[in-house]
């Protein structure tokens, strides 16, 4: 899934320098992903909000959830 989010994210943000690096790390509830891309530092953020973004669409899009700690509160 994520070579194809790659070329989505290639294909819809105009930018031909994305790669994918490969799995970094599992985590309690979180799998990390290495991402390398080539900007100017000051279309960093924004080209990084973008690439995030596709990439939860994809994540929807095939019915994958992020899983988030979650606690519960007891009230007496």
């Known amino acids: 899934m994520m070579i194809k989010t790659i070329?989505?994210?290639n294909s819809?943000?105009?930018?031909?320098n994305v790669e994918y690096r490969g799995l970094n790390k599992f985590s309690d509830s979180a799998i990390y992903y290495k991402i390398r891309m080539y900007a100017k530092a000051?279309?960093?953020p924004q080209l990084k909000r973008d690439i995030n973004r596709i990439i939860k669409l994809e994540l929807d899009k095939n019915n994958i959830d992020i899983p988030f700690m979650q606690v519960d509160i007891h009230n007496k």
């Open 7 to 9: 070329d989505k994210i």
């Open 42 to 44: 000051e279309y960093q």
């Open 12 to 16: 819809d943000i105009g930018i031909t």
